[in-house]
């Protein structure tokens, strides 16, 4: 075997290892980003849900509102009527949800909302859903699909809710703007095919490179190459 058939056949095996470690990469990568989006679910799962978030999402069945009865001080009945006009009035599926803050619900606030959005999202379809708490506390966003809503508690949670909430409603109703969003099976390569792909890519890339380098090598030396190189 001559010089430059052994030095091809170096550079073939260098290439199949930088493509196979390209591609074992890749795959480890998307391995962990699905054990991580695995443990972000687990909060989220019916069973585990506190019995504060079971009881609004009873509640919202009927008419779209639900307060809890330790928050029937911030919204009455007649101000529950007044938002479920509102909600019928409206063209987009809304969500109104009033309860009080409180550290002993079984979870975290954060915990709550993501359960709540989870629970509206497997009845189907998509929509907004709005969380009083009190003045300037609380939570507006959409579940089902990715959209925009331009309300900010801090801003537009004040006054009498059973007068804010219809106006935030119709606003809501009016100015919510969907957007497209991957799956979350997909990841930067665009899943586990497009993973092994661009690591095969990447391992072409760096075969072609090594055997640029080595011919550019072999026509300036012109000789065999010093070391214990294999060419």
Same mark, same amino acid.
């Given at each position: ?8 056949? @170096? ?5 199949? +290892? ?24 687990? #909060? /989220? ?16 069945? !009927? $008419?779209?509102? *639900?307060?809890?009865? !330790? &928050?029937?001080?911030?919204? $009455? ?15 987009? #599926? ?16 954060? !915990? ?9 999202? =497997? ?6 859903? +709005? ?14 699909? *990715?959209?925009?809503? !331009?309300?900010? #508690?801090? =801003? $537009? ?10 106006? /935030? ?9 969907? *957007?497209?969003?991957? @799956?979350?099976? @997909? ?20 075969? /072609?490179?090594?055997?640029? /380098? *080595?011919?550019?090598?072999?026509? &300036?030396?012109?000789?065999? +190459? #010093? ?5």
């Amino acid at each position: 075997m001559n010089r430059v058939v052994r030095g091809l056949v @170096s550079v073939t095996v260098a290439g199949a +290892l930088a493509a196979g470690s390209a591609v074992a990469a890749t795959q480890i990568l998307h391995d962990r980003r699905a054990e991580a989006v695995a443990a972000q679910a687990a #909060p /989220l799962a019916p069973e585990v849900r506190t019995d504060r978030v079971r009881n609004a999402l009873a509640g919202l069945a !009927d $008419d779209g509102v *639900y307060v809890a009865p !330790d &928050a029937r001080d911030l919204l $009455d009945k007649r101000g529950e009527r007044a938002v479920a006009r509102a909600i019928a009035e409206a063209e987009t #599926p809304i969500k109104v949800i009033v309860w009080t803050k409180t550290n002993k619900a079984g979870a975290s606030y954060f !915990d709550q909302r993501q359960q709540v959005e989870a629970g509206l999202t =497997e009845a189907g379809g998509r929509g907004v859903y +709005l969380i009083w708490q009190g003045p300037e506390n609380g939570d507006v966003d959409t579940y089902g699909a *990715y959209g925009f809503v !331009d309300v900010a #508690p801090y =801003e $537009d949670f004040t006054g009498d809710p059973a007068r804010t909430l219809p106006r /935030l409603v119709a606003q809501v109703d009016a100015e919510v703007r969907w *957007y497209e969003r991957n @799956s979350d099976d @997909s990841d930067y390569w665009g899943g586990t095919g497009g993973g092994i792909a661009a690591g095969l890519l990447i391992g072409s890339g760096v075969l /072609l490179a090594v055997a640029l /380098l *080595y011919g550019l090598l072999m026509v &300036a030396v012109g000789r065999r +190459l #010093p070391g214990r190189w294999l060419w």
